[in-house]
């Protein structure tokens, strides 16, 4: 059974930088797509903020193009975040999400992905 934790978050200032890490356990994931997705506080719904396929092809929604980086390192069965000129509307929890599929072109609905992990909050203020 596959699992997900997430790890990273914490308090930081406009402008600042995180790196967010996604580690994976139970199998590989070399053959699943990671997502990460974004709880704004107050809010229900889990919006995409970037994916990457399993051939290492990568997609970000536009509030975050030219900030976030997500890469993979298969052999760590990890995925990462790299976050950097931080916005307070930033702030929230950020979940990782696996799950495989036959094609991606874009960032994902959390509505397709059957394992998360249990979040890691993101603070960006002053």
């Known amino acids: 059974q596959l699992q997900v934790v997430e790890s990273g978050g914490g308090l930081v200032q406009p402008g600042g930088s995180l790196r967010l890490s996604c580690v994976a ?14 709880q704004a506080p107050g809010k229900e719904r889990r919006e995409g903020v970037s994916c ?4 290492g092809r990568t997609y970000y929604t536009d509030s975050v ?7 993979r390192d ?10 950097n ?18 094609e991606v072109y874009g960032v994902l609905t959390p509505y397709e992905f059957d394992y998360w992990g249990q979040g890691t909050q993101v603070t960006v203020s002053s």
């Open 65 to 71: 193009k030219d900030r976030f980086t997500i890469s």
């Open 74 to 83: 298969n052999a760590k069965n990890s995925v990462y975040l790299q976050m």
């Open 25 to 38: 356990s139970g199998v590989t994931l070399d053959d699943y797509a990671i997502c990460w997705f974004y």
């Open 52 to 55: 990457i396929t399993s051939d």
């Open 85 to 102: 000129s931080l916005k307070p509307e930033d702030s929230g929890i950020y979940y990782c999400a696996a799950d495989r599929f036959d």
